[in-house]
């Protein structure tokens, strides 16, 4: 993955977030409270974020060695320089508009119109860096520039977009999520935590599949396939609706009936386990579709999820969920049912971990989402893989899935037919056409 890609990144991510503030302007005009916190969270992300990193980065990379190699760009440059500076002094004076408007002291309809006008500012900056100054660079770059871009890009240590960076982005960007109204966003009043913990290092196979069958009646769904994770890896499944992605973690699990083929997990040989043994073993599914038990409190959804666990870490296991999604220890004691979709998929894979999985399946975790939950749950997978949880995704969102892969299949009509890095895949032309819509 290049620089630009990454710019392209950032700039989808802060596109969901302009739709997020131009939604919460609709709702504060038809009369939902002004949340100070909510906007104080949004606020630092993009003055974190976007002024003290993203923009600079542009300015010292991107548009110098832009304006090297064609003169041309200097205008549209410029402008966009200009609106790089005028940033922080926009964002405090929004920030003193949300607290005058919290007073009573500047209605709702002028914030909202500033809200909006910011939006609109901040789309149209996007739009043309998409359309003028990405393409430009793209076709004026030398392979000395792009050695210097993605130098600097890419390095995991760098102090603005380092490693370090990024899980403190994360953090910030959780907060957003967390506070959000749940209409959007999780709709909590407090605010949990993504730090992660030192990873663990990859290490030996922990999960090798071959000559894997499955069949619907008469309908061969899976057709021998054969692939291996990692301990600590992160690894995506890709293809088309119907390819066999969700077949596959059902037959892993021992929900779907195996007709052939080989499991062997952490070495063991489970192929002729039953689930709920499966389970025992190590291997946890958070299941498309969410599939909480609706009738059952959020506190006994969790429960289930460690029925295989000594009783005696339930509860601290619980807090470390809670800890994370503050929103679920806020309604425990509500039946699951009446979550969000957003609150019902954290309540998934927050079940899921309760069973301490060696091997962790996520089926489709951002199906059905509000834009800004979409990058939230990719934030929760990010920091489960810098915790050093092994990992098995399956996603609609084939680019987000594979970015942060370590590795991926590609699977079509029940076969394997490419493999290799999230970034070999990525860059494969064969997968931009069909998957990546590029």
Not at 333 to 352: K, N, Y
Request: hydrophobic share 40%; with cysteine.
């Amino acid at each position: 993955m290049d620089a630009l890609t990454l710019i392209s990144q950032d700039h989808s991510n802060l596109w969901r977030l302009a739709t997020t503030i131009d939604q919460v302007a609709s709702e504060i005009e038809h009369g939902a409270a002004v949340e100070q916190a909510f906007f104080a969270s949004v606020f630092d992300y993009i003055e974190q974020f976007v002024d003290r990193s993203h923009h600079p980065k542009e300015d010292d990379y991107l548009f110098r060695l832009l304006r090297l190699r064609n003169p041309d760009a200097a205008a549209v440059l410029d402008s966009l320089q200009t609106e790089h500076r005028d940033g922080p002094a926009k964002l405090s004076t929004l920030r003193l508009r949300v607290a005058e408007a919290a007073r009573g002291q500047f209605t709702v309809g002028l914030l909202a119109e500033a809200l909006r006008d910011y939006t609109v500012g901040l789309k149209a900056h996007i739009r043309t860096e998409e359309k003028s100054v990405l393409p430009l660079a793209r076709s004026s770059f030398l392979d000395a520039d792009w050695a210097e871009i993605n130098h600097a890009f890419l390095d995991n240590k760098d102090p603005l977009f380092g490693d370090k960076a990024n899980a403190e982005f994360r953090q910030l960007y959780h907060r957003i999520a967390s506070l959000a109204p749940e209409s959007i966003g999780l709709g909590a009043s407090s605010v949990g935590d993504l730090q992660a913990s030192a990873a663990p290092a990859q290490g030996e196979v922990i999960l090798r599949v071959q000559g894997m069958e499955s069949c619907y009646g008469r309908i061969k769904a899976l057709k021998g396939i054969s692939l291996e994770v990692r301990r600590g890896e992160t690894v995506a499944l890709v293809g088309a609706n119907g390819a066999g992605k969700t077949t596959f973690l059902r037959t892993l699990s021992g929900v779907q009936p195996m007709s052939a083929g080989r499991i062997h997990l952490d070495g063991q040989d489970i192929s002729k386990l039953r689930s709920d043994l499966r389970m025992r073993c190590g291997i946890c599914q958070s299941p498309e579709g969410r599939q909480v038990f609706g009738p059952l409190s959020i506190e006994d959804n969790l429960k289930l999820g460690a029925y295989t666990q000594p009783r005696h870490q339930t509860e601290g296991d619980m807090e470390k969920i809670f800890t994370m999604f503050p929103i679920l220890k806020e309604k425990r004691a509500l039946p699951a049912g009446t979550l969000s979709g957003g609150q019902q998929q954290m309540l998934a894979i927050g079940r899921a971990l309760m069973g301490r999985p060696k091997l962790l399946l996520l089926d489709e975790p951002s199906m059905g989402l509000a834009p800004l939950l979409v990058e939230e749950v990719f934030n929760v997978i990010k920091t489960l893989k810098a915790q050093g949880m092994t990992i098995l995704l399956v996603e609609q969102n084939a680019f987000a899935a594979l970015a942060i892969a370590d590795r991926g299949y590609v699977l079509e009509t029940g076969t394997v037919t490419l493999t290799g890095t999230g970034q070999e895949l990525i860059s494969n032309e064969q997968v931009r056409a069909a998957y990546l819509g590029m």
